[in-house]
């Protein structure tokens, strides 16, 4: 009897020590100019849906909340509520003014900028155009921008009043202006970074934007308070709060049962599951996003266009949109997407043609078909993909043994010149135009010429792309880009992509972010 | 007693060793660059080649490894989050209340579920009873858990909507999880208490006591269920130490913020940092769970703490008597 008392007192103890487990963390809420870490246990009150609470799941938790820290889309999805850009996107992906309020250019290489006044940081302190010089700078040396701002001279940039910022260019370059409007180049306080260490800048924001840190709970939401001295009035809800569901069906779910407001990245299955579901809506909308077939331009029998062009002709693209991606986004038609600034629809196109496709093969010196590989990452679309391609490739004679690699291989791969034809997708960060230069021109490396293209003939559009600063002209140059490349087909595309975001049927004013970093300032309940 | 805690525990040092050095030669053969595969196919050569040093890599292995090792003992120092660049211990401690949470509710669920229903199979034997336990029991085994567990949210939470489907927030939220984890579990206790109570059952001094006029009641709960408990008990341990690591599914399912879930987030976005802190700090947790068993055992019966005390002893006396025989053959 007394072993068994003995086990009951040990029983007791493991419950009392679980209830332990359960008291709630002490608050940790976060003041710009606390010392206090913003990190709690995720164990308090219930983040339920409320009028003034817009609660959010989205796929991942960011990596930080510095303004100029890891650039990845969970990070930028919270940290620009809290943060702003010079200049920002809208949903047209036009450039808009942001913390300036507006911008002159002095020659074709100097831009003055008109830093908005009485604009706070969460801190309560002025942001003025000392700040922005330091912003800007300090976005470039943390390097999460890329090459973004190494267009500008900083020696001769900077602070040329309390609200004025001149910025000088190295050299003419048409698209800084949406350089300037990646998310890793925000405002931040000079003094506040001044007096802080990153670590305690990653979990410390102190932002311009609408919204500011309440609390940090790891691993499991972000809550996100209204910021009273915001500069615009805004209609936003007076909480955000951001619940990190890595599963794309239990995004779903939770938007299904009510349990969340909004739900990111929901996929194509789900979506159409959820647009047959009356208590829910579903905002489809464009992204930057297209998958594409690239050519190693290194191997002999893929630098022949021709053969391209046959591979392309050879393909139903129709099935694949169907199949893979339950009939969402749309069929590529151009190697940027639809909601890049810049997209022209004027270019060549290439349909469902197996005896072009065969022509085409034996003018270029395969009368009996030729053999290849077609290569892919374990990304599960992507594989479907390179099973459908293989069928309809042999019905024109060409042989395609389907390799499937792991990601990591798949690069190393990639960076060493062995694959054949691969699928990969690629994303217009900047939503400009631009992205074809990183794509296409022969001096980008391997990170974005994915397929070792080279023509000095494209080369020299893609310079001249970037001294046009007369918008209309620009797109005009754009397009001959684009018209070069469908010619060319150094990649074939394949599919556009979209967003689609799940909303509860109270939800109004969300408008969709062809980046995936949708603003919810002005998100409200019906 | 406590030398055999000792003992224990310095054992301990080469098995924690040798799942450090598993963990390194597993992510050292693992395809690909990590820096590259953190950065993506658009990050440039400089970015890689300086990612690749601010994350150590081109330093030696063994250099890497012995680097980790004193920073596990001296500092208890699990390195640092490749995505977050915060120390992965202190991560770990923050989400690990959650996950000894989630396994525990577990185990009462699967203990409570588990020694009742092997009671009633035992003690009805090839009854109608029976069979329906061991039905019970095949069918939790059988059901992978993260199946059952999407399962259970479309059945509950929504066709029924009696429960919230995922998150941490409040006791209706543990319901599912422990629920889905607690049928495998209690499926195994369950065997294991049916099995173990057949044969205890069938001992002389059962039936002593049956024949002094004791209760059934009392015959099966205090003489046979407690000398049936210690294979049992061994079961309830490996499920506790197994639940730690092994509610990674259950917890990406639900969207429960435990160590779990951090493991799988951080496989899906290759931080090995964390993967390794993580199956460390569940090596340790389940060493510590296997010898608190083994503690228990002696407290359980008796016999088995004399058994430690003997052995000391025995080995002692041995130690003597062979001194002696050797120092007899030496006079002689």
Redesign the interface.
Known sequence: ?K??S??LV?VLL??S??SG??QPAAPTTAAPTTAAPT??????????PAKDKLVIAMG??P??LDGNG?NDSPSLQVRLQMYETLVALDESMNIIPAIAESWEYKDESTLVFKIREGVKFHDGTELKASDVAFSLIRGDQM?YV??NLKVIDFEKSGATGDYEYTMVLKFPFAPVLSALTVGAAAMVSEAYVGDHD??FL?RNPNGTGPYMLKEW????RIELVKFDDYWEETKGVKELVF?????A??RA??I??G?VDIAYEISPNDTLRLQGDPKVQVAVGNNLSTVYIGFNYTKENLQDKRVRQAVSWALDLDPIVEAVYFGLGSQGKNLIAPSVWGYSENVPQYGYDPEKAKQLLADAGYPNGMTTKIWTSNNQQRMDIAEIMQNQLAAVGITAEVEV????????A??NKELDIYL?G?SA?TGDGDALY?QFHSTS?F??N?GYYQNAELDALLEQSRLETDPVERAKVLEKVQQFVMEELPWIPVWHGVNSTGLGLDVEGFVNSPSGTHILKNVHFK | MYKYILKRLLMMVPVLLGVIMVIFIIIEI?????A??ML??????E?VA?MREEMGLNRNIVVRFLDYVRGVVLRFDFGTSY????PVIG?II??F??T??LA??TT?ISVVMGISLGIVSATKQYTIFDSLATGIALFGVSIPNFWQG?MS?IIF??WL?WL???????PE?WILPAATLGTSASAVIMRMTRSSLLEVIRQDYIRTARSKGQTEMKVIM?HGL?NALIPVLTVIGMQFGFLLGGSVLIE????I??LG??M??AI???DFPVVQGGVLFLAITFSFVNLFVDI?YS??DPRIKSQYKRDSKETHKKDIRQKEVLNGKQAQ
């Open positions: 009897m072993k068994i003995l086990l040990l493991f419950v020590l679980m487990c359960s990190t709690a246990a995720p164990t308090t009150a219930p983040p339920a991942a938790a990596s930080e890891k390097g890329g090459n990153l670590d990653a709970f790891e691993g499991d619940r990190f569901i890595p599963e069906a239990n779910i939770e299904e049962v349990g690699i792991e990601w990591g291989n798949f690069l190393v990639l960076q990969l690629i960060s990183n490396p990170s974005g994915t | 693992t395809p690909g660059d990590p590259r595969i993506g196919e658009s990050a440039t050569e970015a300086r995505r977050t660049k915060q991560e923050s989400r209340p959650t000894f949470k525990g509710l009462i999407l949210i939470s929504i909507r919230p489907a995922s998150g941490s927030y409040g939220y205090y407690k990406s399912v639900f969207a913020p435990g879930k951090y799988i987030d899906g976005q290759r228990l407290y359980l």
